[in-house]
């Protein structure tokens, strides 16, 4: 059964620290993998898009990764900041039909306190 | 700034009301979908579109009904709601391929709806 796990659930850390979350999963075969930033009430945003043949990208203080190998990706998030708060959520596609379904993850909930 | 509106953004109504949740896009995007979201679990797929007069249902069992007359407008019926339709409700669009291959979806800022 393809999946998507995400770890933590949630995460409580200072402004200015760094965090890292991780999504691991079991989809195949492989397409892509994308991190979206969702803030309460509102709609998920695209942060990172990720190919197999790509293993780190970064979007500001953003960085992704991917093992395509042991299928597991982090998001480092680097210098917190108060508006990083949100929940972050891992998105695995398919490439096994025309379709190209979307596997989601149910999210890290990151705080950060001043 | 979003491209993707949706209302209305909250509504409180009570069972057996038929209700429409709007959904446009001025991006052109051929594809759009609606997903379903309950805190803390992931989003489900509940109807998409790959263009005008087609739709599709999702993996999510749905009682609602979508229609797709224009490009830009995705609308979602409930004809009969009932308690456990509350959730909230993402309308999504993307171009080309849109769910497969490495288009990026677009959302909404969602739909709350709570049936009492």
């Not at chain 1, 892509?32 to 990172?48: A, E, H, M």
Request: a neutral charge.
């Amino acid at each position: 059964k393809n999946q998507v796990e995400q770890s933590p659930q949630s995460l409580i850390i200072l402004e200015g620290k760094n965090c890292t979350l991780q999504c691991n999963y079991t989809v195949s075969p492989f397409s892509n993998l994308r991190w979206y930033k969702q803030d309460t009430g509102r709609g998920p945003v695209s942060l990172t898009i990720m190919t197999f043949s790509e293993n780190t990208k970064s979007n500001g203080r953003y960085t992704a990764t991917l093992d395509a190998d042991t299928k597991q990706s982090s998001l480092h998030i680097t210098a917190s900041q108060l508006s990083d708060s949100a929940s972050y959520i891992c998105v695995v596609s398919d490439r096994g039909s025309t379709l190209g379904r979307l596997y989601f993850g149910r999210g890290t909930q990151l705080t950060v306190w001043p | 700034e979003a491209d993707i509106y949706q209302t209305p953004r909250y509504l409180v109504i009570g069972t057996g009301k038929k209700i429409t949740l709007e959904c446009s896009q001025t991006m052109g995007h051929d594809k759009m979908y609606w997903y379903q979201q309950d805190p803390g679990m992931e989003l489900h797929l509940i109807h998409y579109s790959y263009g005008v007069n087609s739709t599709e249902k999702g993996d999510l069992s749905s009682e609602s009904t979508v229609s797709r007359i224009r490009t830009e407008h995705f609308p979602l019926t409930l004809e009969s709601a009932r308690p456990s339709h509350t959730s909230q409700y993402l309308c999504a669009s993307s171009e080309g391929t849109g769910n497969s291959g490495a288009n990026v979806l677009t959302f909404g800022a969602g739909s709350r709806l709570t049936v009492l």
